[in-house]
């Protein structure tokens, strides 16, 4: 009998320093669970909370009229402490790869002020054409100028 292979290293939090940018999370009641912590789904809302609104406030994104929309093709969150309502939390984004009509990125979220992700993970957009939805060729020029800045 051989042993198992090696498992990939176990994720661990990471530091403040490996994101771009970081914006404010309200937690709200409904967020917690039985449990008394934030329900693991609510983590995915501020993916895409921290993710949509970054590329909003830089005018990479018009999501009601842009001709360009990105769709989640892939997501993964590793948890490492729990967080609870009232706590104020902070969402840290960076952009790990751009693509010619996708982009992965990578979200750290904290509790305020903390050094250490509690939580981290990823999203994939793949951007395509609003009427179509089909990928585009090629990212928009103002979307790429943004998503490189978040590199």
């Given at each position: 009998m051989t042993a198992a292979a090696p498992s990939a290293a176990r994720p661990q939090p990471r530091p403040r320093a490996d994101f771009a940018v970081f914006r404010p999370i309200t937690t709200r009641w409904m967020d917690n669970d039985v449990y008394g912590h934030v329900n693991n789904v609510v983590?995915?809302?501020?993916f895409d909370t921290a993710?949509?609104?970054t590329l909003i406030e830089r005018g990479a994104l018009d999501p009601l009229h842009g001709e360009v929309i990105g769709l989640v093709v892939q997501t993964q969150c590793h948890y490492f402490?729990?967080?609870a309502f009232p706590q104020a939390v902070e969402a840290g984004v960076r952009v790990a790869h751009v693509g010619r009509s996708s982009v992965r990125y990578e979200v750290g979220i904290f509790a305020a002020g903390a050094a250490r992700s509690a939580a981290h993970g990823h999203f994939v957009h793949v951007y395509v054409d609003r009427a179509s939805r089909r990928p585009?060729?090629?990212l928009p020029p103002a979307?790429?100028?943004v998503l490189e800045s978040l590199q």
């Open positions: 983590y995915y809302s501020w993710v949509n609104a402490e729990p967080l585009v060729v090629a979307l790429r100028l």
